[in-house]
């Protein structure tokens, strides 16, 4: 399990959700993370429960949305470990949901575009150059089963994650030949404490959609992940690797 010993791996949005099942499996196998986020307290609950001697685990509060605090992530991960191994852009909003185009808030298009595709532009504008330093290694963007379909309703979300699966094979044949692997992972519904929060019905409605009748747990999009930052995926750029119960070959 200890496959990542000795690696360094950024994971963005990763004190809870997602992020944080991923930064779990990748801590289990012996990597060193840093997890960033917008809520220092929630960072402060994670590093408390998985590493208090900070470690093996470095928090950072920044937002994706901001130049800086992109540029500073990158700068305080190779401040405090030397070296960056692995990108995991995983910080995203969906915005509101059910909601035609011609009734969407500006503000909240904005908020979801520079998050989801900014945020993943920023993330590999200053992370790659530091992999690339280190001496190679691999970025995993988080598009979504809507990344290569149409879903009602979520118009700016949809093109976001469309979006992040451009920028990830764009960004895949410019450092092909520089050690740097760029793939993304497409999960459908995953069963993220929030999304264990909604509505029974609406949990219900959201396991029925995967033909497997069940929603992704964290675990299993962490370790398409980790496959993916590994070396045995080291001949695998530029791919869309979704993790969706059969969600987009319906």
């Not at 330093?133 to 379909?149: E, P, R």
Request: aromatic share 6%; hydrophobic share 40%; with cysteine.
């Amino acid at each position: 399990m200890n496959d990542f010993k000795q690696k360094i791996i950024l994971i963005t949005g990763a004190s809870t959700g997602v992020g944080e099942g991923i930064a779990r499996e990748l801590l289990s196998r012996g990597a060193k993370v840093a997890i960033t986020g917008r809520n220092s307290d929630n960072l402060k609950k994670a590093i408390n429960e998985w590493d208090p001697t900070g470690d093996s685990v470095l928090p950072i509060t920044a937002d994706v949305r901001n130049l800086s605090d992109c540029e500073r992530m990158v700068t305080t991960v190779l401040e405090k470990f030397g070296a960056l191994h692995g990108l995991v852009n995983n910080a995203g909003v969906t915005g509101p949901h059910g909601v035609k185009i011609e009734d969407y808030d500006f503000e909240a298009w904005q908020d979801v575009i520079n998050t989801d595709v900014t945020g993943t532009f920023l993330g590999m504008k200053f992370g790659i150059p530091a992999i690339v330093k280190s001496g190679g290694g691999a970025v995993v963007n988080l598009s979504a089963c809507n990344g290569i379909t149409g879903i009602a309703g979520i118009a700016p979300y949809t093109a976001a994650k469309h979006a992040v699966l451009g920028l990830t094979r764009a960004v895949a044949l410019e450092y092909a030949e520089q050690g740097v692997r760029v793939n993304a992972v497409g999960p459908g519904y995953v069963a993220t404490p929030g999304i264990l929060a909604l509505p029974q019905d609406v949990q219900t409605m959201m396991a029925e959609s995967h033909p497997m009748k069940r929603m992704a747990t964290r675990e299993d999009v962490a370790k398409m992940v980790a496959f993916l930052l590994s070396d045995d995926s080291r001949f695998c750029t530029g791919g869309f690797y979704p993790v969706d119960g059969g969600y987009t070959a319906q």
